[in-house]
């Protein structure tokens, strides 16, 4: 599946490189909230597909936002596998840090607004879906059902020998990390040695957050059931995403190259921002809820 997605990546560079060339000015998208909630209102199957900005009027900090360092790094720099292999330490500290956060924030009323519509619409025999790039599970404590967690979650881990999954929310996860973290940028590394580190209750190797890294494919069958979404949706909303990532990055636009109608919730225009038919600027706690509203 990620073949195809990413085959779909290089047709849609040809299109939208062919459309330049050809001086084909695009249509603005439209900001007409009436005329949103008109499409809104016929749409049998609807895709939200969320990022780091849904969760910000939530306190967690979005990653190309100004909080989105941890001490020097970005997460691009240690959510690898390169660097977890050469310092777990460091990586570890960096999602305990993340979990002891999360584990203290709520939901907003971005998150409130897409369970409440997926309540509404399923009660009309209409379907919405959220496919979200987060790993913070406010959809969940939301109240959504129709999720597909793209990149996994921080309340999961993985053993590196045994492969062993388990759910774990506990704070800190392990005796070494208690107060460990700190996110400031003159904050001295813990240097954990690697046998204080979570181990796998089973076999007592070293596990890893149950995450989906740079560099790393997504699940193949939550890939495979997001592009199924995708193909049927009729309706697909983009929030609080920067749309660089892939390939996350490429869904929306997909759907717009069907000529199905995508609206975007954002602060600010993002790359895929001209592919999409609208684009709502402003705080998505604020602008979703009244485009939602029944
Ligand atoms: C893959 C989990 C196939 C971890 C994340 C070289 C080698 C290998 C791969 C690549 C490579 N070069 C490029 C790639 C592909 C790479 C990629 O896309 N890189 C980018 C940087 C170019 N992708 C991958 O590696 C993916 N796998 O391609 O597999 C493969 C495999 C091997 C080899 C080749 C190919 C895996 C990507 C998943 C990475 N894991 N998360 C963790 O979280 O710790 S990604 C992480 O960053 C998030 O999950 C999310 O996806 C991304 C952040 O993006 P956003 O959510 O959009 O957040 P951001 O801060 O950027 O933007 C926030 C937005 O909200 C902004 O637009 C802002 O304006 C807006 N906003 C802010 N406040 C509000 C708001 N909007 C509304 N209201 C507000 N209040
Ligand atoms: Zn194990």
Sequence with gaps: MAFCVLGRRSNLFRRMASSAAAGKVRERPSSDMAAFKEVFGKARHIVALTGAGISAESGIPTFRGAGGLWRKYNAQDIATPGAFLANPSLVWEFYSY????????????????????????????RR???????????????????LLELHGTLFRT???????????????????????????PDTQDARIPEGELPRCAKCAG??????????ESLDPDILMAAQHELDQCDLCLVIGTSSVVY??????????????????FNIESTPGTENFGFHFEGFCGSTLPKALAV
């Design 247 to 264: 390939p996350a990055a490429m869904f929306a636009p997909a759907v717009a190259d069907r000529g199905v109608p995508v609206a975007e």
């Design 98 to 125: 993340r979990r002891d956060l999360v584990l203290s924030k709520k939901p907003n009323p971005a998150h409130f607004a897409l369970a409440k519509a997926e309540a509404h619409l399923a009660s009309e025999g």
């Design 206 to 215: 070293l596990l890893r957050p149950h995450v989906v890294w740079f560099g």
């Design 158 to 184: 993985r053993c590196t020998s045994c492969g062993h999954i388990t759910e774990n929310r506990a704070s800190p996860i392990c005796p070494s990390l208690a107060g460990k973290g700190g996110p400031e």
């Design 128 to 146: 919405l879906v959220v496919i979200t790039q987060n790993i913070d599970e406010l959809h969940r404590d939301a109240g959504t059902k129709n």
